[in-house]
T-cell receptor, first 115, second 113 residues
Protein backbone atom coordinates (compact mmCIF):
# COMPACT_ATOMS: atom_id res chain seq x y z
CA UNK A 1 0.00 0.00 0.00
CA UNK A 2 1.32 3.42 -0.99
CA UNK A 3 1.76 5.52 2.10
CA UNK A 4 3.65 8.15 4.05
CA UNK A 5 4.38 7.00 7.60
CA UNK A 6 5.14 9.36 10.45
CA UNK A 7 6.26 8.44 13.93
CA UNK A 8 5.42 9.16 16.64
CA UNK A 9 1.78 10.10 16.09
CA UNK A 10 1.55 11.71 19.52
CA UNK A 11 4.31 13.01 21.75
CA UNK A 12 4.49 15.06 24.90
CA UNK A 13 7.96 16.28 25.78
CA UNK A 14 9.68 18.97 27.82
CA UNK A 15 11.55 22.08 26.78
CA UNK A 16 15.06 21.40 25.58
CA UNK A 17 14.81 17.64 25.15
CA UNK A 18 15.91 16.78 21.61
CA UNK A 19 13.44 14.81 19.56
CA UNK A 20 13.09 13.43 16.06
CA UNK A 21 9.91 12.85 14.10
CA UNK A 22 10.49 10.28 11.40
CA UNK A 23 8.89 10.27 7.99
CA UNK A 24 9.12 7.46 5.46
CA UNK A 25 7.46 6.98 2.09
CA UNK A 26 7.33 3.86 -0.08
CA UNK A 27 6.43 5.47 -3.41
CA UNK A 28 9.92 6.40 -4.61
CA UNK A 29 8.97 10.08 -4.52
CA UNK A 30 11.70 12.64 -5.10
CA UNK A 31 9.96 15.45 -3.25
CA UNK A 32 9.36 15.43 0.50
CA UNK A 33 8.30 18.20 2.82
CA UNK A 34 7.36 19.04 6.40
CA UNK A 35 4.51 21.31 7.53
CA UNK A 36 3.13 22.48 10.79
CA UNK A 37 -0.55 23.20 11.28
CA UNK A 38 -1.75 25.75 13.80
CA UNK A 39 -5.30 27.07 14.28
CA UNK A 40 -6.04 30.08 12.09
CA UNK A 41 -2.72 29.79 10.25
CA UNK A 42 -3.31 26.79 8.03
CA UNK A 43 -0.30 24.68 7.15
CA UNK A 44 3.07 26.31 6.97
CA UNK A 45 6.04 24.74 5.27
CA UNK A 46 9.06 24.09 7.47
CA UNK A 47 11.54 22.42 5.11
CA UNK A 48 11.38 20.62 1.83
CA UNK A 49 13.63 18.37 -0.23
CA UNK A 50 13.68 17.95 -3.98
CA UNK A 51 15.90 14.86 -3.81
CA UNK A 52 18.57 13.08 -1.77
CA UNK A 53 21.01 15.49 -0.12
CA UNK A 54 18.99 18.49 -1.39
CA UNK A 55 17.02 20.41 1.22
CA UNK A 56 15.66 23.96 1.40
CA UNK A 57 13.99 26.14 3.97
CA UNK A 58 10.29 26.75 3.85
CA UNK A 59 8.52 29.62 5.56
CA UNK A 60 9.12 28.65 9.21
CA UNK A 61 12.45 26.76 9.48
CA UNK A 62 13.66 28.29 12.75
CA UNK A 63 14.19 25.68 15.46
CA UNK A 64 14.10 22.73 13.07
CA UNK A 65 16.59 20.63 11.17
CA UNK A 66 16.14 18.04 8.47
CA UNK A 67 18.27 15.60 6.52
CA UNK A 68 17.71 13.56 3.38
CA UNK A 69 20.30 10.82 3.29
CA UNK A 70 17.97 8.32 1.67
CA UNK A 71 15.21 8.88 -0.82
CA UNK A 72 12.51 7.30 1.32
CA UNK A 73 13.27 9.04 4.64
CA UNK A 74 13.03 12.68 5.70
CA UNK A 75 13.28 13.08 9.48
CA UNK A 76 12.41 16.32 11.26
CA UNK A 77 14.71 17.16 14.16
CA UNK A 78 13.96 19.53 17.01
CA UNK A 79 17.31 20.06 18.70
CA UNK A 80 15.94 22.06 21.63
CA UNK A 81 12.14 22.10 21.53
CA UNK A 82 10.27 25.06 22.95
CA UNK A 83 6.56 25.47 23.81
CA UNK A 84 5.95 27.51 20.63
CA UNK A 85 6.73 24.37 18.66
CA UNK A 86 3.64 22.69 20.07
CA UNK A 87 1.73 21.89 16.91
CA UNK A 88 0.39 19.30 14.52
CA UNK A 89 3.08 18.24 12.06
CA UNK A 90 2.59 16.72 8.63
CA UNK A 91 5.06 15.09 6.30
CA UNK A 92 4.21 14.86 2.60
CA UNK A 93 5.76 13.55 -0.59
CA UNK A 94 5.21 13.54 -4.33
CA UNK A 95 6.83 12.92 -7.69
CA UNK A 96 8.43 15.84 -9.48
CA UNK A 97 7.60 16.38 -13.12
CA UNK A 98 8.58 19.82 -14.35
CA UNK A 99 7.61 21.20 -11.00
CA UNK A 100 5.36 20.00 -8.25
CA UNK A 101 2.59 18.75 -10.48
CA UNK A 102 1.73 15.48 -8.86
CA UNK A 103 -0.59 14.71 -6.03
CA UNK A 104 0.95 15.46 -2.64
CA UNK A 105 0.62 12.42 -0.35
CA UNK A 106 0.38 13.31 3.33
CA UNK A 107 1.20 11.32 6.42
CA UNK A 108 -1.40 11.07 9.17
CA UNK A 109 0.11 13.83 11.26
CA UNK A 110 2.11 13.96 14.49
CA UNK A 111 0.69 15.85 17.44
CA UNK A 112 3.57 17.33 19.43
CA UNK A 113 3.21 19.04 22.80
CA UNK A 114 6.20 20.77 24.38
CA UNK A 115 5.79 21.60 28.07
CA UNK B 1 6.74 36.16 -1.40
CA UNK B 2 3.61 34.32 -2.33
CA UNK B 3 0.59 34.46 -0.08
CA UNK B 4 -2.68 32.57 -0.12
CA UNK B 5 -5.78 34.10 1.41
CA UNK B 6 -9.00 32.38 2.36
CA UNK B 7 -11.34 35.04 3.68
CA UNK B 8 -14.11 32.76 4.91
CA UNK B 9 -13.33 31.05 8.23
CA UNK B 10 -16.57 29.05 8.05
CA UNK B 11 -19.29 28.32 5.51
CA UNK B 12 -22.55 26.54 6.16
CA UNK B 13 -24.55 24.68 3.52
CA UNK B 14 -27.59 22.45 3.49
CA UNK B 15 -27.44 18.97 2.08
CA UNK B 16 -27.91 18.89 -1.71
CA UNK B 17 -27.17 22.61 -1.99
CA UNK B 18 -24.13 24.32 -3.46
CA UNK B 19 -21.41 26.18 -1.62
CA UNK B 20 -18.50 28.20 -3.00
CA UNK B 21 -15.25 28.72 -1.13
CA UNK B 22 -13.06 31.64 -2.09
CA UNK B 23 -9.29 31.77 -2.40
CA UNK B 24 -7.00 34.48 -3.65
CA UNK B 25 -3.26 34.36 -4.04
CA UNK B 26 -0.43 36.66 -4.81
CA UNK B 27 2.46 35.73 -7.08
CA UNK B 28 4.77 37.13 -9.70
CA UNK B 29 5.29 33.72 -11.28
CA UNK B 30 3.63 32.71 -14.53
CA UNK B 31 4.01 28.97 -14.02
CA UNK B 32 2.42 27.58 -10.88
CA UNK B 33 -0.12 25.14 -9.54
CA UNK B 34 -3.13 25.51 -7.31
CA UNK B 35 -4.83 22.93 -5.15
CA UNK B 36 -7.75 22.42 -2.85
CA UNK B 37 -7.23 19.98 0.01
CA UNK B 38 -9.85 18.61 2.36
CA UNK B 39 -9.14 17.80 6.00
CA UNK B 40 -11.93 15.87 7.73
CA UNK B 41 -11.95 15.33 11.52
CA UNK B 42 -9.57 12.40 11.02
CA UNK B 43 -6.94 15.08 10.18
CA UNK B 44 -5.94 13.26 7.00
CA UNK B 45 -5.16 15.67 4.15
CA UNK B 46 -6.97 14.68 0.96
CA UNK B 47 -6.41 16.27 -2.43
CA UNK B 48 -9.73 17.44 -3.85
CA UNK B 49 -8.72 19.14 -7.08
CA UNK B 50 -5.68 20.53 -8.88
CA UNK B 51 -5.31 23.34 -11.43
CA UNK B 52 -2.29 24.13 -13.57
CA UNK B 53 -1.92 27.86 -14.18
CA UNK B 54 -1.16 27.41 -17.88
CA UNK B 55 -4.49 25.66 -18.44
CA UNK B 56 -7.39 27.98 -19.11
CA UNK B 57 -9.98 25.29 -18.63
CA UNK B 58 -11.32 25.02 -15.11
CA UNK B 59 -10.66 21.70 -13.39
CA UNK B 60 -13.57 19.48 -12.38
CA UNK B 61 -13.73 16.37 -10.22
CA UNK B 62 -17.23 14.96 -9.89
CA UNK B 63 -19.15 17.38 -7.61
CA UNK B 64 -16.14 19.63 -7.13
CA UNK B 65 -15.19 22.32 -9.62
CA UNK B 66 -13.06 25.43 -9.59
CA UNK B 67 -13.36 28.89 -11.03
CA UNK B 68 -9.81 29.89 -11.91
CA UNK B 69 -9.36 33.55 -12.77
CA UNK B 70 -5.66 33.98 -13.49
CA UNK B 71 -5.68 37.72 -14.04
CA UNK B 72 -7.59 38.26 -10.81
CA UNK B 73 -5.48 35.64 -9.00
CA UNK B 74 -8.60 33.95 -7.76
CA UNK B 75 -9.23 30.23 -7.33
CA UNK B 76 -12.63 29.39 -5.87
CA UNK B 77 -14.00 25.92 -5.16
CA UNK B 78 -17.61 24.99 -5.78
CA UNK B 79 -19.10 21.99 -4.06
CA UNK B 80 -22.35 20.92 -5.72
CA UNK B 81 -25.00 18.65 -4.26
CA UNK B 82 -23.34 18.88 -0.84
CA UNK B 83 -23.25 15.73 1.27
CA UNK B 84 -22.70 15.21 4.98
CA UNK B 85 -19.32 13.67 4.16
CA UNK B 86 -18.19 16.98 2.67
CA UNK B 87 -18.04 18.51 6.14
CA UNK B 88 -14.37 19.31 6.72
CA UNK B 89 -11.75 22.02 6.71
CA UNK B 90 -10.80 23.01 3.18
CA UNK B 91 -7.40 24.47 2.36
CA UNK B 92 -6.38 26.31 -0.76
CA UNK B 93 -2.72 25.84 -1.67
CA UNK B 94 -0.24 27.30 -4.13
CA UNK B 95 3.08 26.01 -5.38
CA UNK B 96 5.56 27.15 -7.96
CA UNK B 97 8.14 25.04 -9.77
CA UNK B 98 10.67 25.35 -6.97
CA UNK B 99 8.92 23.31 -4.34
CA UNK B 100 7.67 25.95 -1.90
CA UNK B 101 4.08 25.13 -1.12
CA UNK B 102 1.85 27.65 0.66
CA UNK B 103 -1.54 27.08 2.21
CA UNK B 104 -4.35 29.41 3.15
CA UNK B 105 -5.73 29.50 6.68
CA UNK B 106 -8.61 27.21 5.78
CA UNK B 107 -12.40 27.35 5.55
CA UNK B 108 -14.52 25.12 7.76
CA UNK B 109 -17.48 23.70 5.82
CA UNK B 110 -20.50 22.73 7.90
CA UNK B 111 -23.18 20.64 6.19
CA UNK B 112 -26.64 20.65 7.75
CA UNK B 113 -29.30 18.02 7.05
Amino acid sequence: EAQVTQNPRYLITVTGKKLTVTCSQNMNHEYMSWYRQDPGLGLRQIYYSMNVEVTDKGDVPEGYKVSRKEKRNFPLILESPSPNQTSLYFCASSFISSGITGELFFGEGSRLTVL
Amino acid sequence: AQTVTQSQPEMSVQEAETVTLSCTYDTSESDYYLFWYKQPPSRQMILVIRQEAYKQQNATENRFSVNFQKAAKSFSLKISDSQLGDAAMYFCAYTDSWGKLQFGAGTQVVVTP
